[in-house]
C-alpha cells in the first residue's frame, strides 16, 4: 500500500515512479514529485521503485500566470 | 498639475516605517525576492513587495509586453513592445526610486538556473506555462533546497475567490492557487483572479521576509 495525494493505493506488481506516473497520465514534464517528504529529481523517477508506505505528493502545474 | 517631486529616500522611509513600525520594516528593507516571470502574476507580486519596501528584487522575464497583456498585468500602452523587465523596473521605481532591482531579461533552462538563481533569499514562481512551472519548481527544490519557494498553478476565469489558496508542500515550497482551472475559451485569464492568486503569493512571500512560516 502507498499513499498518493492522501489518497491510498494498493499497488497490483512492483513498479517504478516512473511507471506509476505513466499509468495514471501524468505529464512527466508538468510535475514536480516529492516522495517521503523530499522532492525526487527527475532523473530518478525511472530508478526509484515504489515500496509499501511510501507517500508521494504529485504537483501538477497547469498553464496560467 | 499632479506633483512630480521625487520624495527623498527619507520622506519613504518614514511613511514605511509609520504604516509597518520600524521592526518590521527593517526586515522587509532587508528583504531579497527574486521574480520568475513578470506576467499577471509576476507584475501584481512585484507591485506589492515594492510598495512595501522590500529592498532588493530581481526581476526575470525574456518577453515583451503585448496588447493581450493589458487585461491583467500591470502595464501601460506606452510599454507595448517593451521588455517586461524594462517596463516593470521603471514602473516600480516610480514607486519607490531607492529600491535595488535587478533585472536578467532571459528565458530560464535547466543549465542558467544555477547560476541565475544563485543569490536569491526567496524565489517566486510566476511563469504562465505549465512546463516552465515544472521545470523551475523542480530545479530550485533539487539544487537550491534551502531557498524559500513560493509558486502559483490555477488562477484561470472568474471561478469563486474562496477556492484560491496557499499549501505548504514541503519545509520549504508553499503552492498558491486553485491547482486546477487553467485558461479555457471563455475562461481566459483575468485580471481579478490573477490578482487574487498573486496576492497569496505576495503575503506568503512577506510572512517569509517577517519570520512566518506558516501559510
Known amino acids: 500500500m502507498i499513499t498518493v495525494n492522501g489518497k491510498q493505493i494498493q499497488l497490483t506488481s512492483e513498479m517504478s515512479v516512473a511507471d506509476y506516473l505513466e499509468q495514471n497520465n501524468y505529464q512527466i514534464n508538468r510535475i514536480a514529485v516529492e516522495m517521503n517528504e523530499e522532492i525526487l529529481p527527475k532523473y530518478s523517477y525511472s530508478e526509484t521503485m515504489l515500496k509499501d508506505g511510501d507517500r508521494l505528493e504529485v504537483v501538477t502545474f497547469v498553464g496560467g500566470g | 498639475m499632479a506633483s512630480e517631486r521625487i520624495l527623498s529616500k527619507e520622506e519613504i522611509e518614514t511613511a514605511l516605517n509609520e504604516r509597518h513600525s520600524p521592526e518590521k520594516q527593517k526586515l522587509l528593507s532587508a528583504g531579497q525576492v527574486t521574480i520568475a516571470g513578470l506576467g499577471g502574476l ?159 503569493e505576495a503575503n506568503m512571500i512577506t510572512r517569509l521576509l517577517l519570520g512566518e512560516e506558516d501559510v
Open chain 2, 42 to 200: 509576476g507584475s501584481n507580486v512585484a507591485y506589492s513587495l515594492a510598495r512595501i519596501g522590500v529592498g532588493h528584487l530581481h526581476l526575470i522575464d525574456f518577453d515583451v509586453v503585448d496588447i493581450t497583456n493589458l487585461n491583467r498585468q500591470q502595464y501601460f500602452m506606452e510599454h507595448i513592445g517593451m521588455y517586461k523587465t524594462d517596463a516593470l523596473k521603471s514602473l516600480l521605481l516610480k514607486i519607490n526610486p531607492y529600491l535595488d532591482i535587478r533585472t536578467d531579461c532571459v528565458k530560464v533552462t535547466e543549465e542558467n538556473l544555477k547560476e541565475l538563481f544563485a543569490d536569491a533569499q526567496i524565489v517566486c514562481e510566476a511563469f504562465d506555462n505549465p512546463v516552465a512551472k515544472a521545470m523551475l519548481v523542480n530545479g530550485i527544490l533539487e539544487h537550491f533546497p534551502e531557498k524559500k519557494l513560493v509558486s502559483a498553478t490555477g488562477m484561470a476565469g472568474y471561478e469563486s475567490s474562496n477556492i484560491i489558496s496557499t499549501k505548504r508542500m514541503m519545509k520549504n515550497f508553499y503552492l498558491c492557487g486553485d491547482r486546477v482551472t487553467e485558461p479555457t475559451y471563455g475562461n481566459g485569464l483575468m485580471a481579478p483572479r490573477v490578482a487574487i492568486c498573486a496576492g497569496h
